[in-house]
């Protein structure tokens, strides 16, 4: 039957691709962006985050890229594998002089990988 | 990273009842918060939890329906008050460190 309340983008690619997610965010004086991926079951786990005065930055396998003039981020995975299928989500702070900690969530991405 | 824990890790409860949701930390930290995440959704901060002070709510939560205990550093509890079905969903505690949150492992919580 259908699930109510489940409208997540899905992301569908094979073992071995390059997987990209992408991810608006709403305020433009947000100065601080994290990648979660959350596995069913599971709390967010932290992959990469970024700052503002970066437009990329490299993990292992996982690169971040942020267009501040458009207000998008995207999470470029390579060579996707199956461990890979989860949600992904984006999240953005305003650090607003240094007081603010609260992270605003995006509404998330399904990934799928198939073998 | 810090280590959380949460208990239960998940319930099923009749409406009208509350539950209390425990997270535990391995480390002290300063700022610890609470997000639901309703079925199939995104996470949304219900309040921080402040060390020796009331906790600060976010828009549309209140904390007669959630209210909040901090009692020291590494721990933190978060009721759900008077239950409904539409309080269904997974609760899941966070810490800061630095700008950085670092989340439990969640509680998921069925009303019946």
């Known amino acids: 039957g259908e699930s109510v309340g489940l409208h997540l983008p899905t992301l569908s690619v094979q073992e071995g691709d390059n997987s990209i997610i992408n991810c608006a965010y709403s305020?433009?004086?947000?100065?601080?962006f994290i990648w979660y991926k959350q596995e069913s079951g599971k709390g967010p786990q932290f992959i990469i985050d970024i700052r503002s005065n970066m437009d990329k930055r490299q993990g292992q396998r996982v690169t971040v890229l942020l267009n501040k003039t458009v207000k998008h981020l995207s999470l470029q995975i390579a060579a996707t594998q199956p461990g890979d299928s989860a949600v992904y989500f984006c999240?953005?702070?305003?650090?607003?002089?240094?007081?603010?900690?609260?992270?605003?969530f995006g509404k998330g991405t399904l990934l799928t990988v198939n073998p | 990273s810090a280590v959380i824990s949460q208990k239960p890790s998940r319930d099923i409860c009749q409406r009208g009842t509350s539950l209390t949701i425990q997270c535990q930390v391995d480390s002290q930290v300063t700022m610890m918060f609470w997000y639901r995440q309703q079925p199939g959704q995104s996470l949304t901060l219900i309040a921080t939890?402040?060390?020796?002070?009331?906790?600060?709510?976010e828009s549309g939560f209140v904390i007669d329906k959630f209210p909040i205990s901090r009692p020291n550093l590494t721990f933190s509890t978060l009721t759900v008050s008077n239950m409904s079905p539409e309080d269904s969903s997974i609760y899941l505690c966070s810490v800061a460190a630095g700008e950085t949150q670092y989340f439990g492992p969640g509680t998921r919580l069925l009303v019946l």
């Open positions: 999240a953005e702070n305003w650090s607003g002089g240094g007081s603010n900690y609260k992270l605003t």
């Open positions: 939890a402040n060390q020796g002070s009331e906790a600060t709510y």
């Open positions: 305020n433009s004086a947000s100065d601080y």
